[in-house]
């Protein structure tokens, strides 16, 4: 079973609008964290966000905010006010347990966003 | 810039040859991690380092090795290359110490391997 699934292979919006990246997650840990990261043509992985499982309320960095419903194991990206440069491919991943070292990132699929005009 | 430094950008070889990639972490990073991006596999885990030790091992093929030295920094090492090892490559770094589940890892800009 997939453990991140992100079904917007690709997704279109336009300039200054907000758009959700959707990201649905399986873990049986009770431990763990969301991350999304943007990759830009130029294939470098950006990171743009974190959630951890016990944090009360969802994450916001600048334009970028988590929507974190743990009870339905989603962690959607919400950018605001979307920007040319926001046209990239977008990828959610987990972090399962915190031992702190041993601590691989699962991807999804990725979404790929593209911002018009 | 992420602070993680990957040599080299790009990589051309032929079939059955082998090839190093090499990463330096952030300053300060202990934990090395080496991701592959393939068209047909996504962005798959390899194999994590932390401070010289072997951590936490992914699909990584037998002809595959790594190796993180005492000045922290990687070498992942590719051996009888296959077409289907096209691929980027990507080294990531975090701080990865003790049980704090919030850090994130910084990704490097990747070595694109093409193998003809």
């Known amino acids: 079973a997939q453990k991140i699934t992100q079904t917007q292979p690709g997704m279109f919006v336009q300039e200054k609008e907000a758009v959700t990246l959707d990201c649905t997650y399986d873990?049986?840990?009770?431990?763990?964290?969301l991350f999304w990261y943007k990759q830009p043509s130029s294939g470098e992985m950006i990171f743009l966000i974190y959630q951890g499982s016990y944090d009360q309320q969802n994450a916001t960095e600048g334009r970028y905010s988590l929507n974190f419903q743990k009870a339905r194991k989603s962690a959607n990206l919400v950018i605001s006010a979307s920007q040319l440069g926001d046209s990239a491919m977008y990828f959610c991943a987990m972090r399962e347990g915190t031992t702190g070292t041993a601590s691989k990132l699962t991807f999804g699929t990725g979404t790929r966003l593209q911002v018009t005009l | 810039d992420s602070g993680v430094t990957q040599t080299p950008k790009h990589l051309i070889t032929a079939t059955g040859q082998r090839v190093t990639l090499r990463c330096s972490p952030r300053s300060g990073d202990l934990s090395v991690y080496w991701y592959q991006q393939s068209l047909d596999q996504g962005l798959q885990f390899l194999i994590q380092y932390y401070n010289g030790e072997e951590r936490a091992k992914g699909n990584i093929l037998e002809r595959f090795s790594a190796q993180q030295f005492p000045d922290l920094h990687s070498e992942l090492n590719l051996s009888s290359l296959e077409l289907g090892d096209s691929a980027l490559y990507f080294c990531a770094s975090s701080v990865g110490v003790g049980a704090q589940d919030s850090y994130e890892q910084y990704f490097g800009p990747g070595t694109r391997l093409t193998v003809t």
């Open positions: 873990t049986s840990d009770p431990s763990y964290g």
